[in-house]
C-alpha cells in the first residue's frame, strides 16, 4: 500500500509540473525511476511533494523496523512506524546488546530518528557494566566504542544512572572489574572519590586478597570470615584508606577484632586450652582499640559459650592477661580511653571471682538444677548493677521460688545479712523506673516484682507507703496494676500500724 501511494504520488507530481503534456513516456518507467524523478523535478513547496517526502519516512520506518525485527525479534512494524516513543524505546532496547553491528546499526537509528545520543550511550554502558564480568572485555568495548568521551558530557548524570542501574548490580568479589568501574567513573566524571575507591581495591588485589569490597563499605562483618592472620594486614591497611564519606564501613578495628575472636574461640576448642587461645591472640590483642579490647573481653569472659566452655579459673587468667595489655597501653600513653577499660577489667575480676567462693560452691550444692541458667545470666552480667537489678526484676516478676531468689540475692550481694539491702535497691529501682518512665507496658514486670518483694518475700521497705503512693494515680500505669498498688498500699499502712502497737505494747 506504501509503495502504490508512492507511486501514486510521484506521478501526480510529475503530471503537475508537465502541464497537458501526454503522460505516455511516464509509464514506459519503473517505479522507482517514477520516484526517483519526482524527487529531482518536483515543486518542493507543493503539498503533494509534502505528502511524497512524508510517506518516504513512513516507508522508510517500515523498512527499519523490518531490519530491527530480524536483529532484535518481536518488533511491532507498523507500531515502530507511526509511534516515536515506541522507536525510541525499541532503540534504547537494541542498544542494551553488546554486539558491535548492533551497536553501530543502534548508532545510526538513534541519529536518524533523534534518540538523544548521551541517553543511547549511557544504557549501552550499563549494559557493558552490568552484563559482562570479564574486565578486558569490558575495557576493550569500552576504548572501541568511545563510550566514556560520550557520557563525560554530562558526569553528573552519569553518576546518578549508575548509582541506580550500576553500582547495585556489581559482584563486589570481582575485584579487576571493580577497580575499572572506579577508575571509568573517575575518567567519566573526574571525581576524586571514584580514585580513591580504585586505590583502595588495588590495595586488595596486590595483596592477593579475595574479599567482597562492597560488603566491606556496607558493614556486613561476614565478609570478615574469609580474612586470615597472612591476609589480616593488607584488609586493614585498605579499610583504614576507604573514603570517610562511606558511613557504614567497616574498620581495620573490625578486622582485627574479628579475627581475635576467631582465632581464640577456634584454637580454645580444638586444643581445650583457652589461657594459652588468649596468648595466640596477643598480637592482634595489642592492635585493638580500647572499645574492641573490651568487646573482646565480653566474648570471651561473659558470653554464653564462654560461660558453659571456659572455667573460671581459666577466665580469670585470661583477665589477667588482658589487665597487663590494657596497663603497657596505658604506660606507653597509647592514644584511647584505655584507664576506663582497665577500671573495667579490674571490676570484673572480683565479679567472676565471686562465682567461685567458697559461699557461692556451698550455695551451687543444691541449687535447683532448672534455675541454673539464673547463675548463668547473674554471672554474665559482669557484676554491671544496671544488668543485675535488671535481672532480678524480671526473675521476682515471674514469681520464681523464693528460695531460689533468696540465693541468687546472696550470691549477689556475696554476704547473707544483705539480702535486704538487695530487696532494698530492687524496690528503689522499681519505683524510681514507673515514676520516671515515659510509657510503662501493661507486660512491664515491675509492678509483679513490688509485688512479690512485699507480699511473697515480706519485704518491709522504709517508708514503703508513702512511696508507693503515687503509683496508685499514675496514669500511665494500667488499671489492674494501680489497683494492685492501692491494695498494697493499705496493707503496708495495717502492717505498719500493727508493728507501731506492737511496738508500744513492748
Not at 531490519?67 to 525510541?88: C, M, N, P, T, W
Not at 573526574?190 to 562492597?214: N, P
Not at 565471686?354 to 551451687?364: A, D, E, V
Request: proline residues 3%.
Amino acid at each position: 500500500t506504501i509503495n502504490l501511494t508512492l507511486v501514486y504520488l510521484s506521478i501526480l507530481i510529475q503530471s503537475e509540473g508537465q502541464g497537458g503534456q501526454e503522460l505516455d513516456n511516464i509509464f514506459e518507467k519503473s517505479p522507482s525511476e517514477i520516484l526517483v524523478s519526482s524527487l529531482k523535478g518536483g515543486k518542493k513547496s507543493s503539498k503533494l511533494f509534502a505528502s511524497l517526502e512524508k510517506f518516504l519516512d513512513i516507508a522508510a520506518d517500515h523498512s527499519q523496523a523490518g531490519v530491527l525485527s530480524s536483529l532484535a525479534g518481536d518488533i511491532d512494524v507498523s507500531r515502530f512506524a507511526k509511534d516515536h516513543q515506541y522507536k525510541e524505546d525499541t532503540i534504547l532496547g537494541l542498544a542494551r546488546s553488546l554486539d558491535q553491528q548492533n551497536w553501530q546499526f543502534t548508532c545510526r537509528l538513534a541519529r536518524r530518528y533523534n534518540v538523544d545520543p548521551w541517553i543511547v550511550t549511557a544504557t549501552h554502558t550499563e549494559a557493558v557494566l552490568v552484563e559482562t564480568e570479564d574486565p578486558a572485555v569490558i575495557k576493550e568495548m569500552l576504548q572501541k566504542r568511545d563510550l566514556v568521551p560520550a557520557l563525560q558530557e554530562h558526569g553528573a548524570k552519569w553518576i546518578e544512572w549508575s548509582n541506580e542501574k550500576v553500582y547495585p548490580l556489581l559482584d563486589g568479589s570481582n575485584l579487576e572489574k571493580l577497580k575499572l568501574y572506579y577508575d571509568t567513573m573517575h575518567d567519566i566524571t573526574q571525581e576524586q572519590i571514584f580514585s580513591d575507591h580504585s586505590a583502595v581495591v588495588g590495595i586488595l588485589l596486590e595483596g592477593g586478597v579475595q574479599v567482597d569490597y562492597l560488603s566491606l563499605l556496607n558493614g556486613n562483618k561476614d565478609v570478615l570470615k574469609s580474612v586470615t592472620a597472612e591476609t589480616v594486614e593488607t584488609v586493614a591497611q585498605a579499610l583504614d584508606c576507604i573514603p570517610n564519606t562511606e558511613d557504614n564501613r567497616l574498620s581495620s578495628d573490625d578486622a582485627y577484632l574479628y579475627l581475635a575472636k576467631s582465632e581464640f574461640t577456634s584454637y580454645g576448642q580444638k586444643k581445650g586450652n583457652w589461657v594459652e587461645a588468649c596468648t595466640k591472640c596477643q598480637d592482634i590483642l595489642e592492635k585493638l582499640r580500647p572499645s574492641s579490647l573490651q568487646e573482646f573481653g565480653r566474648e570471651a569472659l561473659l558470653s554464653q559459650n564462654s560461660v558453659t566452655d571456659v572455667s573460671r579459673n581459666a577466665r580469670i587468667r585470661i583477665i589477667k592477661k588482658l589487665i597487663k595489655v590494657v596497663e603497657i597501653k596505658i604506660a606507653v600513653k597509647a592514644s584511647g580511653d584505655w584507664p576506663s577499660v582497665l577500671t573495667w577489667l579490674q571490676k570484673l575480676k572480683p565479679h567472676i571471682e565471686s562465682f567461685h567462693s567458697q559461699l557461692t560452691t556451698n550455695i551451687l550444692q543444691d541449687f535447683p538444677e532448672d534455675s541454673n541458667h539464673l547463675i548463668n545470666e547473674l554471672e554474665q552480667s559482669g557484676g554491671e548493677e544496671q544488668v543485675i537489678l535488671d535481672l532480678f526484676v524480671r526473675v521476682l516478676g515471674q514469681h520464681k521460688q523464693q528460695d531460689v531468689v533468696r540465693k541468687l540475692l546472696v550470691i549477689w550481694k556475696q554476704d547473707e545479712t544483705k539480702i535486704e539491702d538487695a530487696m532494698e535497691q530492687i524496690f528503689e529501682y522499681c519505683v524510681n523506673g514507673l515514676l520516671s518512665a515515659d510509657t510503662v507496658e501493661q507486660e512491664s514486670l515491675m509492678p509483679p516484682c513490688l509485688q512479690y518483694l512485699l507480699e511473697d518475700l515480706e519485704f518491709t521497705a522504709e517508708n514503703a507507703r508513702t512511696r508507693l503512693m503515687p503509683l496508685c494515680t499514675l496514669d500511665k500505669l494500667a488499671v489492674a496494676h494501680r489497683l494492685m498498688f492501692v491494695h498494697l498500699v493499705k496493707k503496708t499502712g495495717l502492717e505498719a500500724e500493727q508493728r507501731k502497737k506492737k511496738d508500744e505494747g513492748e
